[in-house]
């Protein structure tokens, strides 16, 4: 490398590591990043506060003992996790840095390294100038910028498909053994980086069957027999790709396996976002990934340009987003062509045998990269039409950079040289345009902006209402604990018909100074009002203010919200779903140890439905931290007669009951129905001891006490009886389950 194209390439490394870093911050976690580390070890200040049991509860959290640990975890949250990334994310937060910072630097870092082996990859099909002009745009790529912030696997993906595309070409090209086998360890880690890493390997595999074809093909037509020296027999071009495909298939093989074992969720829970595209949708992902307005994956925002112009010229210029967008899809189209007419042009020359009877296969690359570049979307849009909906631009974002090589390859080829500045002059200010678009304001859902707008100007009694419970989980990840109630509805419906209840009858009565927040995620690219969802607070008479968080799936926050309605009607919806996400809510209020707030919410669910189990469970774990033992037994025993094995608790909630009230025998007859559900759970055998305590018969007492601890060494209780057992201590009642 001479001096020049090191201080050029440098250069390039720069301008991309600039640009990464730019609006790191901005970003929340938004839901693939919360799958990646909801099981990783939380900041430091959230496991100080006060809250945190409950924010743990609430978004599900539970920590991972050791890598493994994390990665049965993580995968049984996104059930298409494959383990390479999520290892080395794994041993970066544990040893390097916990912070959600660092973990998008982790990304950044792996970027940069993707510019770099751009350049070695272009350098080594064509030329340096190839890879420098490749490198520069995948260094101002809009696309692979955002992917180089993020807490995933997509630059890892596509660092490990260069390294893999570049080791197989070195090795085509030299036959060599030593390159094979660096291919093969590349290869192997790629396949574990991502369930479509195996289209890479179809991608090297048609080339090779096409390029050998084609070449046995133009040879038997040759009339010039002396160019046909050292040419190989079909058998022997079989041979060859058996030699390639058998080791192929035995790396792929572990991977493959692994996947087989993936159980994904149905395509009824994943329409919403994961659907098959559009044609305009599916022409933006093959030839406009970068082209912000044709790709579904990044919107534009005026905020870069507002820095020199006034508003309104900055979004006229970014309104040009459409047309420039469809330049640039012009300009690839005609580097596509203009590519394969070199190639065409040069292949004789190019593809004659060498002395050894390998093949020179610089040309012979653009082939490569015209399939790498189309064929994996094409494949992925063809299987969600005769499968199910499996394709999304980030999946084939590798893809993009076979595009960028072509580009390269016709500048660098290119006779006329003023065509030839003017073509890289166009695409350096195209390039520099796009990349302005996406400064300034955050990419994905802003959950982060819309928690510091509500805890600035809530108050820790107020209530807040997201409208899904896997949006609750995102969002209360991003808002850190606090003491306020988050609850859900697990749809729009819901949402509002829980706000009715809360505005019109449990805040009135309970929290008289409590104010309600809704916070609702849009689909993607919906612009505010959600009309769809106001519609259902209308319908209850509803009046609110809103602000809005942009994104490409926008947050919204309503606020100052007051119900007109004066008639405190019964709910006339009665859904599992409805029943389901109040009594989640009856919970938070017991955790918060608002228990009234917590009955009269059960209560709601009840009129809705009197057969309701779950309603009477939590109602009963009320009453109890009331002390209003006949009720609590009341609300249990109604609980276990509509649905003896829903709740096991509530036998040993009766059991504990009975304890603290002296009537021993009821207790142990309750605790024999709960071990028939849950004979291995360790209070279950306190509470029995504590029985066998109270009726005098301390050989079992201990019996059970000891078992107990066997059962669960961290769980303290049993240990305490024992020592007051040991002490002649009087026993004390414990609490719900």
């Known amino acids: 490398m001479n001096s020049k194209t090191f201080l050029y390439l440098f250069l390039i490394l720069l301008v991309g590591y600039l640009y990464r ?30 809250d945190f049991t409950r924010w743990a509860q609430g978004v599900h959290y539970e920590p991972s003992k050791n890598i493994l640990h994390f990665l ?33 630097l982790l990304s950044v870092f792996i970027g940069i390294t993707v510019i ?25 790529s809009p696309i692979h910028r955002q992917f180089s912030q993020e807490i995933r696997m997509y630059s890892l993906f596509t660092l490990l498909s260069i390294l893999s595309m570049l080791l197989f070409i070195l090795w085509y090209r030299e036959q060599k053994r030593k390159n094979f086998t660096y291919y093969l360890a590349v290869t192997f880690l790629l396949l574990w980086t991502h369930p479509f890493a195996t289209l890479i390997v179809m991608v090297q595999g048609l080339y090779l069957l096409i390029d050998r074809l084609w070449f046995l093909i133009e040879n038997y037509y ?142 012979s690359l653009i082939l490569l990269y015209s399939i790498w570049w189309l064929f994996p979307p094409i494949f992925l849009y ?104 988050v609850c859900y509805g697990s749809n729009f419906e819901n949402t509002a018909e829980i706000a009715h209840f809360l505005l ?79 009594c989640a809510l009856a919970l938070e209020f017991w955790r918060v140890k608002d228990y009234w707030s917590a009955v009269d919410t059960c209560k709601q669910v009840i009129e809705l439905d009197a057969g309701y189990a779950q309603a009477y469970s939590y109602m009963g774990m009320s009453y109890k931290e009331l002390e209003e033992w006949d009720l609590a037994i009341d609300a249990f025993t109604k609980a276990v007669q509509l649905k003896p094995e829903h709740y096991p608790w509530n036998w040993i909630n009766i059991a504990d009951i009975q304890i603290n009230r002296g009537r021993y025998e009821s207790a142990i007859s309750a605790l024999e129905k709960a071990f028939q559900l849950l004979p291995n759970d360790s209070f279950a055998h306190t509470c029995m001891g504590r029985a066998y305590l109270g009726s005098g018969n301390h050989e079992k007492a201990i019996q059970y006490f000891q078992k107990a601890i066997e059962l669960d060494p961290t769980d303290l209780r049993p240990v305490t009886e024992l020592e007051r057992l040991k002490n002649n201590v009087p026993t004390t009642h414990s609490t719900s389950r």
């Not at 064509?126 to 745009?137: Q, T």
């Not at 104010?515 to 689909?523: A, C, E, H, T």
């Not at 969802?533 to 209850?540: Q, R």
């Not at 947050?555 to 009665?574: G, K």
Request: proline letters at 5%; a neutral charge; charged letters at 20%.
């Open 21 to 50: 870093s730019v609006g790191m911050s901005y970003e929340s976690i938004w839901w693939d990043e919360f799958s990646s580390v909801v099981h990783l070890k939380p900041l430091s200040e959230y496991e100080s506060s006060p």
């Open 72 to 104: 049965i975890k993580n995968r049984s949250l996104d059930p298409a996790t494959m383990p390479l990334y999520y290892s080395i994310e794994y041993l970066w937060h544990t040893y390097i840095d916990e912070s959600y910072y660092s973990l998008r």
């Open 116 to 140: 770099y082996c751009v350049y070695i990859l272009g350098n080594v099909s064509f030329n340096a100038s190839v890879g420098l002009i490749a490198g520069l745009l995948v260094a101002l």
């Open 222 to 363: 040759r009339k010039d027999t002396q160019k046909q020296v050292n040419i190989k027999s079909p058998r022997d071009n079989f041979i060859f790709l058996l030699k390639w495909a058998i080791p192929l298939f035995l790396i792929s093989l572990p991977s493959v396996l692994y996947i087989l074992t993936i159980n994904f969720w149905s395509p009824d829970l994943t329409s919403s976002w994961m659907k098959i595209p559009t044609l305009r949708e599916f022409t933006g992902d093959l030839f406009a990934d970068d082209c912000i307005g044709w790709t579904y994956q990044l919107r534009a925002e005026p905020d870069f340009w507002m820095n020199f112009f006034d508003k309104e010229t900055a979004r006229s210029i970014v309104s040009q987003q459409y047309f420039i967008g469809g330049v640039m899809v012009v300009l690839y189209i005609i580097c596509f062509i203009w590519a394969i007419r070199i190639y065409l042009k040069n292949k004789v020359k190019d593809e004659a045998p060498s002395e050894n009877g390998c093949k020179n296969t610089n040309n």
């Open 382 to 485: 063809l299987v969600s039409h005769l499968w199910r909906p499996c394709i999304m631009p980030r999946y084939t974002l590798h893809s993009s950079i076979a595009l960028y090589l072509i580009i390269g390859y016709t500048l660098s080829n290119m006779e006329w040289k003023g065509v030839k500045r003017l073509l890289f002059f166009a695409f350096l200010l195209l390039y520099l345009y796009q990349s302005s678009l996406i400064i300034g304001k955050p990419q994905h859902t802003d959950w982060k902006n819309a928690g510091v707008f509500i805890k600035q100007n809530s108050k820790t009694e107020d209530i807040l209402l997201v409208n899904n419970e896997l949006w609750k989980r995102v969002f209360l990840y991003n808002l850190g604990p606090v003491p306020n109630i």
């Open 504 to 582: 019109r009858r449990l805040l009135p009565e309970r929290r008289p100074n409590a104010k309600l927040w809704i916070v609702v995620q849009g689909d993607y690219f919906e612009s505010a009002p959600l009309n769809h969802f106001e519609k259902y607070l209308k319908e209850k008479g509803m009046i609110y203010q809103s602000v809005e968080f942009p994104g490409i799936q926008r947050v919204v926050v309503y606020h100052q919200i007051y119900s007109t309605q004066e008639l405190l009607e019964p709910s006339r919806i009665n859904t599992i779903s409805l029943l389901e996400d109040l």
